[in-house]
């Protein structure tokens, strides 16, 4: 049973379907190609707003690749998951299962989206031939996220994720090029260091 609050003028909304469009959009695809522009909101700290693009593979193959700032990488193989700075002249590694509290939110990505199993109360807004569908998780003390945003067109399609912390941070994914089953090599999700760069399991970045 979904639990949903709904603002006024989203009565017309079928929640149930609505969530239902997006996980078959997204759970059904075999590889995606997109370019995203991340904006990163943090008390304290200063706006800082990152893009780039966006490739991946089913079951857990991805590759982060950011023109802004030029050299970072994330690219994960199905079992290992790398961040990558050319600036930093290192690479740290991580298990892919050690990655999923930082990449739960984007489980659409990877063809794990599941409203009802992850989520316990959502809020609807249509606007602009637009919704935006807010959900909070289930058990919100193991969740690292407190809330999620998605804002989907009327072909079920993701434009912006928005993600607010626990701690106060939020982050703002806005996607675009949406390019569904391309063919890509694999060799794209295989992480390589170059000479001379350190590599660390672990730790901080």
Do not use: C, H
């Amino acid at each position: 049973m979904l639990a949903a609050a709904t603002l006024a003028g989203a009565d017309a909304v079928d929640l149930a379907r609505l969530l239902r469009g997006v996980e078959d959009r997204y759970n059904s695809v075999r590889t995606l190609e997109l370019a995203f522009e991340q904006t990163y909101i943090a008390p304290n700290r200063a706006r800082r707003v990152e893009s780039g693009s966006l490739r991946l593979r089913k079951p857990g193959r991805m590759r982060w690749e950011y023109t802004r700032p030029d050299g970072k990488l994330f690219v994960s193989d199905g079992s290992d998951y790398w961040y990558y700075s050319v600036l930093a002249r290192r690479a740290e590694k991580m298990k892919l299962k050690e990655a999923e509290d930082i990449q739960a939110p984007l489980a659409f990505l990877i063809g794990r989206l599941d409203f009802q199993r992850d989520f316990g109360k959502f809020l609807i807004q249509p606007a602009a031939g637009m919704v935006t569908i807010t959900a909070e998780p289930k058990n919100p003390q193991k969740s690292p996220f407190a809330q999620v945003g998605f804002t989907v067109g009327p072909d079920s399609r993701i434009a912006t994720l928005t993600i607010r912390n626990q701690d106060g941070a939020t982050t703002i994914f806005q996607f675009s090029g949406e390019v569904r089953n391309p063919v890509l090599n694999d060799a794209i999700f295989t992480f390589v260091a170059p000479p001379g760069v350190e590599v660390v399991a672990g730790g901080e970045r």
